[in-house]
């Protein structure tokens, strides 16, 4: 019986290897971050590109898929691009195409294309099968010379085929197109420039290689944006953001007003801020407007075209439409900023944020060093050319031996060789060569070829060994790319202007942001606050939280500004229109600004543009201010009056006479004259009455000839006037006189 046959014992596995695993994650993360950087994100310095639009440029001249070529499909290219350069996905290969070839998403286009290729209004391009694309007179420049070993080539990602590290790039694109990128850690926002002007500080760089920021400027005026629009800026917040490489651009859209006839007016928006979707915009308009949030304007309209109309009908003629339209830039896309970062990969390598100058730089080396490239490139051709010149000149004075040789003789190129002193590739060269083609040769011709390309050597020679020379070489290049892309020409003529932002009155303009509405503001006497809609003169029945009750209510509207007069002398200021509703309590206004503990609110009262106050602390000091004096923009508030401990802060009363009566809580009464007391927009003041003991009551402003009124607790009116109220008149820091007047209250209070 034959044994069964016992399989071999597994081997063992092998032993774990031990990994610290915060160095793993480190390193991988480190890994992840560099490719993100290196591979993705950040623009190249030298020809202002990321490798999937490097990509897709060498893909189509693969494709030869020149400006004045025939169109190809767009699925063609992104097929080619993804299959052989660029392992991502096809939609994303796609959308940067598309972007190359929107005229209002670059500056200058590097992709002609024909179809759907999307819209300023935010709508998508049509798939990759139905649209076709070629490249622009701009990307061939991008191009130039590549086949010239102008650049150096790398391994694709599968190792079967090369790709460019860098383009030569005769033209600026770093900063003509701009760039836009987020990696790990850092990011870039560059905006795309005028050819134009880059060219002209190019020139003045070349001549002046320590030249600074400031002094290119005044090539560089600015950012250039497709779309147009207005920078509005100062130079000085410019020429520092082009200093350090970072900062932003303030851009507005342009807009003119235009008469529709009968003394009525509307505005047109024609340009639109840079990367700002029209589509988008309008509706957000339009819900700004549904929303009255724009109470100054009526209506929008999208009377575009191939060209933008965005119309905006104000809510009357009389409008101040600068008012208008600031308004509506506060709340809309209309105005935008667009940052300013130019962080690159400088040689390609080094992420580093980068100055106008530098940028520059980096451009113009690069090119010096293609041009020193490509003219090696040309001298090795002109020497193989020369070789096999002088081959032919030999063959061309034994031409009948040469024919018999390769008629007759079984290794022709060894005798040829041997017997005329020619070099392997000459022989070669006249073995592929026709014998049509060799009984055609004339020794003139080949002598005059000759001799012009021992000049061109020549010529070659001294750029290559002449810095200067290689200089010059390139001034001429970038004047000629400067005929092509000129501001006389329709793409090169500027687009984005610069302006200051007009002076406008902050508070005229918060107005026209707000609707304009009668409101009830009631304040409680534990400070809570509420606006009730419309003016409501009973408020008697108006509830309040727990044992709270009413303080004071007045008439306002929603573009009112509320002062609180609190009691260390601070005064802040509320917006009528922010204010809570009348359903419920309210809301404390302690919630609204910033009153330090242990100060309780004073008065509350309405702002009113040019009314005068009079400030008093319970010690008697105070002042008239100008409620202008009293305003505010944060929610610390203002000093206005300064008070001293134990005192605090007790009066603020409208002047709307000629004097001040003071009464003190020892029921001392006094009235004089207000030209006695000080005017000042902050301090303590001047003494208003002098007290042995204790402090202010109350205090009113009235006009001497009608004399002085008060209420008492029944609600009835009393008046004195002349000799009645004559011993209590004095002066300012008197002490008054003991109140006998009949009617006047127990309180010491005027009562209104």
Not at 106 to 120: A, E, H, K, M, T
Not at 613 to 637: C, E, H, N, P, Y
Not at 725 to 733: I, S, W
């Amino acid at each position: 019986m034959a044994r069964t046959p016992t399989n071999p014992p597994p081997p063992p596995p092998p032993a774990a290897a031990q990994v610290d695993l915060r160095e793993a994650l480190e390193q991988r993360y480190f890994d992840y971050a560099l490719s993100t950087i290196m591979g993705r994100a950040l623009p190249d310095a030298r020809d202002g590109l990321k490798p999937v639009h490097r990509r897709i440029l060498h893909g189509m001249n693969i494709l030869r898929l020149d400006p004045d070529t025939p169109f190809k499909k767009s699925a063609k290219i992104v097929g080619d691009v993804m299959g052989s350069f660029h392992p991502h996905g096809d939609q994303a290969i796609y959308d940067a195409l598309v972007r190359l070839a929107q005229d209002f998403s670059s500056r200058y286009p590097l992709v002609d294309g024909q179809g759907n290729f999307g819209n300023i209004d935010g709508d998508s391009a049509a798939a990759y099968r139905y649209t076709e694309a070629r490249m622009t007179d701009v990307a061939s420049l991008l191009l130039d010379g590549i086949d010239e070993d102008a650049t150096d080539f790398r391994d694709n990602y599968s190792g079967d085929l090369q790709e460019p590290v860098v383009l030569p790039s005769a033209f600026p694109n770093l900063l003509a197109n701009g760039a836009q990128g987020i990696a790990v850690g850092m990011e870039t926002s560059i905006p795309p420039h005028n050819l134009a002007e880059l060219l002209d500080a190019s020139l003045y760089l070349i001549a002046h290689p320590a030249a600074t920021s400031d002094q290119l400027l005044s090539f560089v005026k600015g950012p250039d944006f497709p779309t147009g629009g207005i920078v509005i800026d100062t130079p000085e917040t410019i020429a520092e953001a082009y200093r350090t490489g970072r900062g932003s651009f303030r851009l507005r859209a342009r807009w003119t007003q235009e008469d529709s006839g009968r003394g009525t007016w509307v505005v047109v928006v024609t340009e639109i801020p840079y990367g700002v979707q029209k589509g988008r915009l309008y509706e957000k308009l339009a819900e700004l407007v549904s929303d009255k949030k724009l109470p100054l304007v009526s209506d929008v309209r999208d009377e575009s075209a191939e060209d933008i109309r965005l119309v905006i009908e104000p809510r009357a003629r009389n409008v101040d439409p600068r008012v208008m339209m600031e308004s509506v830039f506060r709340l809309s896309e209309l105005e935008t900023r667009f940052p300013l970062n130019m962080n690159v990969l400088v040689d390609g390598v080094v992420p580093r944020v980068v100055s106008l100058p530098d940028a520059l730089k980096q451009w113009l080396d690069h090119r010096r060093e293609v041009l020193l490239r490509r003219s090696r490139f040309r001298l090795g051709q002109i020497e193989r050319r020369l070789e096999v010149l002088a081959g032919m000149l030999i063959v061309f004075l034994n031409l009948d031996e040469v024919i018999r040789i390769i008629r007759e003789e079984d290794e022709p190129k060894a005798i040829l060789m041997a017997q005329l002193n020619l070099s392997d590739v000459q022989a070669e060269y006249v073995l592929d060569t026709r014998l049509r083609a060799l009984r055609k040769l004339e020794e003139m011709k080949l002598r005059e070829e000759h001799a012009a390309l021992m000049k061109e050597k020549a010529d070659i020679d001294a750029l290559v060994s002449d810095e200067l020379k290689q200089w010059r070489t390139i001034a001429w290049q970038i004047r000629d790319v400067r005929k092509k892309f000129g501001p006389e020409t329709k793409i090169g003529k500027r687009r984005t202007t610069f302006d200051l932002a007009p002076r406008a009155d902050d508070a005229e303009i918060v107005e026209a942001m707000i609707e304009r509405e009668p409101v009830t503001v009631l304040v409680s006497r534990k400070g809570w606050i509420r606006a009730l809609k419309g003016h409501v003169a009973d408020v008697s029945a108006i509830q309040f939280k727990g044992d709270d009750e009413m303080m004071t209510s007045f008439f306002a509207e929603t573009t009112s500004k509320i002062l609180v007069l609190a009691t260390n002398g601070k005064v802040f200021t509320l917006e009528a229109s922010k204010l809570p509703g009348g359903r419920g309590f309210g809301d404390p206004i302690r919630l609204m600004v910033d009153i330090e503990d242990g100060e309780d609110i004073v008065r509350v009262f309405p702002y009113v543009a040019g009314q005068k106050m009079l400030l008093s602390g319970s010690d008697a000091r105070g002042f008239i201010v100008m409620q202008d004096d009293m305003l505010s923009s944060t929610r610390k508030g203002r000093g206005v009056l300064s008070v001293d401990a134990p005192a605090k802060a007790m009066l603020a009363i409208p002047v709307t006479g000629d004097h001040l009566a003071i009464i003190g809580e020892n029921r001392k009464l006094l009235a004089f004259p207000l030209l006695q007391v000080a005017e000042l927009a902050r301090g303590k003041g001047v003494r208003l009455q002098k007290y042995r003991d204790g402090g202010l009551a109350d205090a009113k402003t009235f006009t001497l000839d009608e004399g002085l009124s008060w209420k008492d607790s029944a609600g009835r009116v009393f008046n004195v006037r002349g000799d009645d109220l004559a011993p209590y008149l004095g002066n300012r820091a008197d002490s008054g006189r003991l109140v006998t007047l009949k009617g006047f209250p127990k309180n010491n209070l005027f009562g209104g």
